[in-house]
């Protein structure tokens, strides 16, 4: 599987849907730390999901909290929802 979706493109999107929380560094290496370590509640992952929805035309079920608990299995998971959808 290529992958088409970075951590990189996560943190905009963390960026502009929940907004940043000033004591959290997501510049830093997030990849495996909790979203709530992060202070991104799962609505917030919900939220981050649906734009990856609207922005890339890919379907992202409401359960996608569930497998995003990290900004790298974010990534992992939305680069299947990818793959599945063929983008």
């Known amino acids: 599987m290529s992958q ?3 951590i990189n493109d996560l943190r905009e999107l963390m ?3 929940a907004g940043v929380d ?3 560094d997501i510049d830093g290496d997030i990849a495996d730390l909790e979203f709530e370590e992060l ?3 799962s609505l917030a992952v919900l939220e981050m999901a649906s734009q990856v ?5 890919v379907p992202m079920p409401d ?3 569930e497998y995003m608990t990290t900004p790298r299995l974010a990534v992992d998971y ?3 929802q990818f793959e599945k959808a063929g983008v």
């Open 78 to 80: 939305i680069n299947e």
């Open 63 to 65: 359960e996608c909290t």
């Open 15 to 17: 960026r502009s849907s």
């Open 4 to 6: 088409k979706f970075t």
């Open 22 to 24: 000033d004591g959290v």
């Open 53 to 57: 929805q609207r922005t890339y035309s």
């Open 39 to 41: 202070g991104y509640d």
